[in-house]
């Protein structure tokens, strides 16, 4: 198979997955009722590793992808707007931290920071659709979620590539 042939293979195996799991993530609970909204944010698994295995444009056609077919799939444009508001900023900054830090910050530190700043995308994205900023009174406590949530699913993509890498499929 031609290079240029797997690795769109490949993306679109990740857009697939990321996608099918953005979508079954919807469909829980919140993971603590006191605070709505709260997610693990595993589909943020397959943005850091596109990110870190296949480089940033791949990883900003996951996060678009994926939150446009998991929005097609069973979601409202609502959600969409906070999707792919939450999931592009924390893209850039998990972005342009690997860049800028080059390896100073770990997978774990990546995918905190991505959390944390998926959270503050979607605020602010509810803020231009509610039209005040009340709703930011909210962001401390997804941000004490979002860091714990971040280092488990940097734990995962951790996991994800190490496995891969064991199995001779990543190098």
Known sequence: ???????????????????AVHYLEGLLPPIL?????????????????????????EGYAVVVLRCLVGTLIGGSVTGLLYAVSGGLLSYTVMALCRRLLKGRLSLYGLSAMGAFFHNLGQILAACLVMGNTYVLYYF???????????????????????????????H
């Open 33 to 57: 009722p006191a605070v709505p909204g709260t997610k693990l944010g595993l589909a943020n698994i397959f943005s850091l590793f596109a990110l870190v295995t296949m480089g940033v444009k």
């Open 140 to 170: 401390p406590y997804l941000a004490l979620v979002a860091i714990p949530t971040g280092l488990l699913t940097g734990f995962a993509t951790n996991l994800c590539i190490k496995s891969l890498k064991r199995g001779g499929v990543l």
């Open 1 to 19: 198979m031609k290079e240029d042939t797997k690795r769109l293979a490949t993306l679109a195996m990740i857009v697939a997955m990321a996608s």
